[in-house]
């Protein structure tokens, strides 16, 4: 088995484990450190693609934003829902079954296409030609301006909004 | 490099693979790193105490060895043996795991700064990313702190200190990408490479707004609301003691000078100086002495200047540094714009007039805003002096 | 060799823990985090593309890169504008269990 090998399993299997984690923990701030753990890992993940200006963003929006503000709103909002009230309501049973059977509908159509198992080779590009290649794409007109534009419109708009919706109005 | 290559010339003779080979070095790469600057930390501890002793006109350390030099392993010594309390109702996953997350996200950006010519950790190329998002490692790592002592005290502390960090990431953010569009790439050694004129010089009001917004993240005085002794007890982390507690210690004393050696990276020119690309040891002395000058600067500052309120910190922030980032990034891009045809010199020209010119403008601002504040005197401003001969407290008056 | 197919499953398996945390949860926080666990295992999946394609036509696939960045834009508004809506349903009713955000009902 080759480094590379070793290192997906190992990422994989964490993130894996985190995530089932997240979804099954009783303790909301638990499952919101399992969750940055499983973010980390994807975050490796991504550095395995050769995509490490993802595995950045990765950290630093995710970990470093979202995260955050995930583990301040469990703060914000747990003494209503103790740890010990079951997290989880009667349709668990149907939803994991929903989600096999899910599951092995999208393995096997995904496997039957040729390029399925094909082997993924070491990223030739280290250098900033990727960063490059992007932030041309982002502002070319040819290229995804108009996208770029608009997320940040999104970005605005949801910035604005958050702090509309979660303000204090009775107390003013 | 010869020893990293004597090393992966050796493994392969044991018949290991090309990629483990690889994979083994760095590992010995960054344990040595790691240990290296956990050993540092013993000496930055003394000097630190030492320095901030003279400027409050006290001896500071002086019993263990000459000058006290060994009190920092005195410290060691006795915090490896001391008793290790864990206090009820800790959430102990959380409790357990937050100094380590604090001292790796601190050792984790050694892993960036290039020490040398041919000497560093690794060459990534979006390194300026790399070292926002470990920043937000610290915060996790303080949330679990606080969040798992079960303290309230401490829960209050980090989410100042994790609200002084978000807020202060922007304006670091906004003058890491002027960098970056100075130097045209986002790989530390290239930043260093670009700097034939050091950026402190093309950017001084963007330095500025870095140096503070590095002492707020690290948390060191004025800005240590994170640990204000006078309301919160210690800060997030009251309840560790022993080893635990000897880890924020050290992270808190490592990041400082991390941030110093990060500083002089992007604004003095790393490891450049006269004769640094023929002889690369030369590289690693001038990077750590230009990191001293600004991590003495951080002392003498944190020696020097009372706490801010956590109103002000906020205000220091949002209403000053970071719009005047934003402007900043702004005029440089269009000013790179408009005489991106002339010369080099030229260029450097404007980049600096600009840069004073908006120092000046939001000075000005700030003169005109401020609100003066009476202050009566009691008794005489002389005092006495301990030591008379001390060049830092010579002046009766103080400093 | 890692190969495509080990990225696609895992990005399957992701994305279906986070289908079952959604559908279980009854917090509405960790309905949130759940979502954020599928929109992570849709990135990995793009990534995977993006290499894949990057390797096959020799040539740097830039739509991959800007998909990413875009899904990783509307997570963070996505988890803002949500935080945000479940502050304010929590200070109105005193609870965050997602079946009982049922002022809407007739």
Known sequence: MSVQQVIFISFALLTVFSAIMVVSLRNLFHAALWLVLALLGIASLFALLGASFFAAVQILVYIGAIAILLIFAVMLTRNIMSDEVTQTNRAWGLAVLLVSVIFFIIIGQISSWSGFSQPLSEFTYTGQETILALGKGFVSPSGFALPFETASVLLLAALLGGVYIAMDKGKE | MTISKWLGGLLSNWGVNDSWSTFILYLIGSAVLG???????????????????????????????????????????KIFIKEHIIPSGVDPGPYHLAPIIVVASVLMVLAIVPLSTTLLGSDLNVAVLFLLAVGGLGEVGIIMAGWGSNNKYALLSAFRASAQMISYEIPMAIVLLTIVILSGSMSMNDIVLAQDIPFIILLPLGALIFFIASIAENGRAPFDLAEAESELVAGFNIE???????????????????????FSTLFLGGWRGPGAESIPALGIVYLIIKSLLVWFLGVWIRGSLPRYRIDQMMKINWKFLTPLAILLLVVVMLAGKLVESAGSTIQAFTLIGLNLILLAISMWILRKNETRVEIIEVGSRDRPVARPDNILTKNPRGG | MVSLSWYLILAAVIFLIGVYGVIVRKNSIAILMSVELMLNAVNINILAFWHYNTQLNGVIDVSGMVF?????????????????????????????????????KG
């Open chain 2, 35 to 77: 240990t290296v600057a956990l050993l540092f930390t013993l000496l930055f501890i003394w000097a630190e105490r030492k320095i901030i002793g003279r400027l409050q006109d006290r001896y500071g350390p002086n019993r263990v060895g000459p000058w006290g030099i060994f009190q920092s392993v005195a410290d060691m010594v």
């Open chain 2, 240 to 262: 560790y003691s022993g080893l635990k507690f000897g880890m924020f210690y050290v992270a808190d004393f490592l990041r400082a000078f991390i941030s110093a050696v990060i």
């Open chain 3, 68 to 104: 990413a960045a875009i899904v990783i834009i509307a997570a963070a508004a996505e988890a803002a504008v949500g935080l945000a809506l479940i502050i304010s349903v929590f200070r109105r009713k005193n609870s965050v269990v997602a079946a009982e955000m049922n002022i809407l």
